[in-house]
């Protein structure tokens, strides 16, 4: 998709879309287990999503957008997994805004028609609460559901 839309900007939430975190857990493991998180396991990054931000580095600029507090820890995870260009493009959304709203007023979005974007999140709220982001034709929207296996 990233290939055949060739977004200006690919926009990723963290939490259950790109790494497997949940409720704004950090993604790193906790020095006391040494290997392991709360969940009993070490985070991990979702493939697609990861060959989806390195192939968009030939058409724009990829963008974590989050809710989850944990800035520093998310950047050294994304480190870690060899997202370096992403990791330097993390943006954590404050609490009661839209996703929308932020990024409206974070990101500089050009008038031309052609300036696509391609938000992926997990939560069907995120993508449809805001009206500039549900109604803008420049927005394609994606809920990302992680597949089990």
């Given at each position: ?79 870690m997994h060899g997202l370096q260009i992403l990791a330097v493009h993390v943006h954590v959304v404050p609490k009661k805004v839209a996703k929308g709203s932020y990024i409206q007023e974070h990101f500089n979005l050009g008038k031309e028609d052609d300036d696509t974007i391609l938000f992926v999140d997990d ?27």
């Amino acid at each position: 998709l990233v290939e055949t839309l060739q977004p200006k900007l690919l926009l990723l939430d963290f939490d259950r879309t790109l790494c497997s975190t949940k409720s704004g857990a950090s993604p790193l493991p906790k020095k006391a287990l040494h290997s392991k998180s709360k969940e009993g396991y070490v985070h991990s990054i979702d493939p697609d999503l990861k060959a989806a931000v390195l192939a968009h580095q030939a058409f724009g600029c990829a963008h974590v957008v989050t809710r989850n507090p944990h800035k520093e820890d998310i950047q050294t995870f994304l480190k870690m997994h060899g997202l370096q260009i992403l990791a330097v493009h993390v943006h954590v959304v404050p609490k009661k805004v839209a996703k929308g709203s932020y990024i409206q007023e974070h990101f500089n979005l050009g008038k031309e028609d052609d300036d696509t974007i391609l938000f992926v999140d997990d939560d069907v709220r995120e993508l449809s609460v805001d009206p500039w982001l549900r109604t803008s034709p420049r927005v394609h929207r994606i809920l990302f559901v992680r597949g089990f296996l």
